[in-house]
């Protein structure tokens, strides 16, 4: 139960760092090509990747997959 509240906090918390207001007015270039922004949204989407296969490795409900799974 644990893991469940821990993923649905980090959920909670990259929903409201995808409001990255603070980059809106930065022209500054990450690796000298690629605007802040956009460097920041794929480092956002890594994040969400990574919690993503948390969720499913840890919090993913099994029982419900062995009852689908079963012949009664």
Request: aromatic letters at 16%.
């Amino acid at each position: 139960m644990h893991a469940k509240r821990t993923i649905a906090g980090l959920a909670i918390v990259l929903a409201i760092l995808h409001q990255d207001l603070w980059n809106w007015d930065s022209k500054h270039l990450v690796f000298g090509f690629m605007p802040i922004g956009l460097f920041y949204h794929a480092c956002f989407s890594l994040a969400a990747v990574t919690l993503w296969a948390f969720a499913m490795k840890i919090a993913w409900p099994s029982r419900l997959e062995r009852w689908a799974e079963s012949d009664d």
